[in-house]
């Protein structure tokens, strides 16, 4: 079964603070992803790796950065947390197109991130 | 226009009624139709995934997309109160990225 997990399932933190947000795959998936829930708004990509050390925005990259340093874990960075920043935060997982044609993503249980 | 768009809901419907849950798209490039499922304070699972016009049935669940007017459905037959979720379609193109719909409501009442 593929387990994607994440550091936190509920976060505090209060305006300004620099915020590192978790996530670890273990099927050996070149593809990983951090989006954002909102009521009203849906899932929204924020990044995507889809190789060790590369990224690409998604549709709200502003205020976010991210690091793939390795091929399992893709973290999420608040570099000066906002209250607008309020969100429920999940990361996913793939493999490449030509690996699995169905391009399934698979989700961790999110990360509740509440600042204040 | 949005590229996909999903009335929210909330639907309700007694157990064993018929869903039907829809979503248009605006982007004629969009190849790969899916819908996820979400548990409440859950991620979301894949529940169907098709890439061509057509119907596809997996037990209670059918998938059908109409490419020529851009919409699509998924349709439980027989609900059942533990498919009471938030379902999400999914739409992508030629790369990586996928654009949900923003999800609709369902419970289902015993």
């Known amino acids: 079964d593929v387990k994607v997990t994440q550091s936190s399932r509920y976060l505090v933190k209060r305006t300004g603070e620099k915020v590192f947000l978790e996530c670890v795959q273990d099927m050996d998936h070149e593809n990983m992803f951090w989006y954002r829930q909102d009521p009203g708004l849906g899932l929204r990509l924020i990044y995507f790796?889809?190789?060790?050390?590369?990224?690409e925005k998604g549709d709200i990259p502003e205020g976010y950065s991210v690091s793939r340093e390795k091929k399992e874990r893709f973290s999420l960075i608040l570099e000066s947390a906002s209250t607008n920043q309020t969100s429920m935060y999940l990361c996913?997982?793939?493999?490449?197109?030509?690996?699995?044609?169905?391009?399934?993503?698979?989700f961790g249980p999110g990360t509740r991130l509440t600042v204040l | 226009q949005k590229e996909v768009e999903q009335d929210p809901g909330p639907l309700s419907v007694p157990e064993g009624a018929i869903v039907s849950l829809n979503c248009t798209y605006s982007n004629s490039a969009f190849q790969y139709f899916m819908w996820y499922r979400q548990y409440s304070r859950k991620g979301p699972e894949l529940l169907m995934y098709t890439y061509s016009s057509g119907n596809k049935e997996d037990g209670r669940f059918t998938a059908q997309v109409d490419k020529s007017s851009k919409y699509i459905s998924l349709f439980i037959r027989d609900s059942q109160p533990s498919d009471s979720a938030t379902y999400l379609c999914?739409?992508?193109?030629?790369?990586?990225?996928?654009?949900f719909g923003k999800g609709t409501l369902l419970t289902v009442n015993p």
């Open positions: 996913a997982s793939s493999l490449r197109p030509d690996r699995d044609l169905t391009d399934t993503q698979y």
């Open positions: 999914a739409i992508r193109g030629s790369n990586y990225k996928l654009t």
């Open positions: 790796s889809y190789d060790v050390k590369m990224k």
